[in-house]
C-alpha cells in the first residue's frame, strides 16, 4: 500500500483492503498522517491531531477477532469539532471563547459509533466560530483553503472536513449541516455531501437537538456508497433522544446500490431570496437536468410554495437565538466578550435582544415551510437547485465592508448596538444581514428548517477549474432515494477520481 493505492480507494474499498490483509490499520493511519503533514501546512484543514488516540485505537482493533470488526476497519477518519464529543478532548467550535470549557467525560453517540465501526479517528478538523458561516476562517485557528485553488474558500462550516477529503488526506470526513454545512463545503469542494433527515443520527447524549432540530450529521465523501455505509453506522436512536425516525427495511448501503424508480424532478434555480445567482450556478442545474433526462428521470421547472425572505428570517432568529446562548455557556466557564469574533459578538446582541415570544413565533413558522415542501413533494418526488449561488468564493469575498466592521466594533465598544436592538431599532440590520449572510448559499436552509433529507452531488466544474455541486432536496425520511439516484448519477459521470493537482503532489509516476 502507497500514496498511489490510497488515494485510488474510497473508504469502502480500503476497508476492504485490510479485511482481505493486503493493507493494516497502521499502514493507513501512517498514509494518513504523512499526508496531513505534507498538505495541512497550506490546507489548514485540521487544527487539532489526536496521534496518541489513533494509536490506542489501531491497537484495540488488532486484537479483535475478525468476526467482532466493523464495517469501516482501519480507515483513518477526522471529527468536525463542533458537537462531535470526543472523550479527553475539549470541543473548540472554532472559537478562543470555547477555551474552558469542560473536557467531555463520554463520547457523543457519534463518536461511539464511528469508533464502533473500526474507524480510526485522529484529529478534528477547521470549522468557523460556532459553526456559523459558510466560509471557514477563524480568528481562533486560522483560515481552510479549497485544494481545488489555495485562493478561494471550502465553503463551511465543514470546510476543514471537505478540504481534508478533497485533498485526499481522508476518504471520508465527520461533518453536520445546520443550514447548508455539509452541502455547501461538498459544492465547493467537488465532493458528495448527504443531509440526513431530522433524528435520522443521534445528537445524544450531550443534546436532545441542535439548533432547535435544524441540525444534523453525517459525513463528506468522494464516493456515494462511503456516505449511505456512514450512515448505516451512524443512524439509529439513543435513549433520550426526543423522537426515532422510522429506519429503512433494509441497510442504505443495499438500498443505495437499487436502481432508482423514474423520477420526477421539479427544477428551480431563481434565489428564495431574490439575490443573483451565477450563470455557473444556473449551468450546473442545466448540465444535471440534460444527464437526469439522459437517465430516464422527469424533468420541468417548478416552484415551491415556500416565501424565502420569511424562511430567510426565521433562520436567522434561530441563529441569533443560538449564538446568545453559546455565548452566555462559554462565557459562565470564564470567556471574555472579546473572546469571540466581531460578527459572533454583534449576532449574540441581536439574539438577546429578541424575546420569548418573538422567538416562538418565528420558530413556529418552520411548520409552513415544512407544508409548503410536502405540498410541492406531492407532485415532484425530488426538488432540483443550484447548491450555491455562486462559484467558490475567494477568501474574504464575504467578509462586511470596512467601514460596517468598524460601525459594528463601535457600537458594541459603546453599548449602543446593545440599545438599539433592545429597542427594535434593528430591523433593518436584520433583513440586510439576512441577505449578506445567505446571498451566495441561499439555498439550503429549506432542508434544514424542514427536516427533510438533502445532497449535493458534484456534477459541474467551472471554467476556471472550481467544482460547483447541484443540490436534490427529497421528502422526509428519503434518504434512500436521494442514495440511488446519486448512486445512478455517479456511474454516468464518475467523479471520485477527479481530484485537485495538490492531491497528487509529490507522488511518484509510476510505470
Known sequence: MDA???????????????????????????????????????????????????????????????????????????????????????????????????????????????????????????????????????????????????????????????????????????????????????????????????????????????????????????????????????????????FAIATPPMSFVTLAAQVPRRLRIGVCVDSPIGTPVHPQAVAAVRAAEALLRRLGHEVEEATVDVDGPALAKAYLHMYFGHVSADMRTAMAHGAKPSDFETLTRVLGVLGDALSAGEYVQWRSRWNGFAQGLAAFHA??????????????????????????????KLGLSTGLLRLLARAGALGSVVDQTARDNLVYTPYTQLANLTGTPAMSVPLHWTPEGLPLGVQFVAPFGDEATLLQLATQLEAAQPWMQRLPALAREGLSRRP
Open 4 to 242: 498511489h493505492d490510497y488515494l485510488e480507494h474510497d473508504a469502502t474499498g480500503l476497508a476492504a483492503l485490510v479485511r482481505e490483509g493486503r493493507t493494516t490499520p497502521q499502514a493507513l493511519l501512517d498514509l494518513a498522517e504523512q499526508r496531513a503533514r505534507q498538505l495541512n501546512p497550506r490546507l489548514n484543514a485540521i487544527h487539532h491531531l489526536m496521534p496518541d488516540e489513533a494509536r490506542a485505537q489501531v491497537a484495540r482493533l488488532a486484537a479483535l477477532p475478525q468476526g467482532e470488526r466493523g464495517p469501516l476497519h482501519g480507515v483513518p477518519f477526522l471529527l468536525k469539532d463542533v458537537a462531535q464529543e470526543h472523550a479527553g478532548h475539549r470541543t473548540r467550535s472554532g472559537s478562543r471563547g470555547t477555551a474552558h470549557l469542560p473536557v467531555p467525560q463520554v463520547h457523543s453517540a457519534y463518536v461511539r459509533r464511528s469508533l464502533d465501526a473500526g474507524l480510526v479517528i485522529f484529529g478534528k478538523t477547521t470549522t468557523p466560530e460556532f459553526a456559523l458561516k459558510a466560509v471557514t476562517e477563524t480568528v481562533a485557528f486560522g483560515r481552510t483553503a479549497n485544494p481545488w485553488h489555495l485562493g478561494h474558500v471550502p465553503g463551511g462550516s465543514s470546510g476543514g472536513a471537505a478540504a481534508a477529503v478533497a485533498a485526499g488526506i481522508v476518504p471520508m470526513a465527520a461533518a453536520s449541516d445546520g443550514g447548508g454545512s455539509i452541502r455547501i463545503p461538498a459544492a465547493c469542494c467537488g465532493l458528495f455531501g448527504l443531509k440526513p433527515s431530522r433524528g435520522r443520527v443521534s445528537m445524544g447524549p450531550q443534546a436532545g437537538e441542535i439548533w432547535d432540530g435544524a441540525s444534523t450529521q453525517g459525513v463528506i465523501s468522494r464516493s456515494v456508497r462511503d456516505a449511505a455505509l456512514a450512515l448505516d453506522v451512524h443512524a439509529g436512536a439513543e435513549p433520550g433522544d426526543p
Open 379 to 408: 407532485r415532484h418526488d425530488l426538488l432540483l437547485t443550484p447548491t450555491l449561488a455562486h462559484p467558490p468564493i475567494r477568501h474574504g469575498q464575504a467578509d462586511p465592508p470596512g467601514g460596517l466592521l468598524a460601525a459594528m
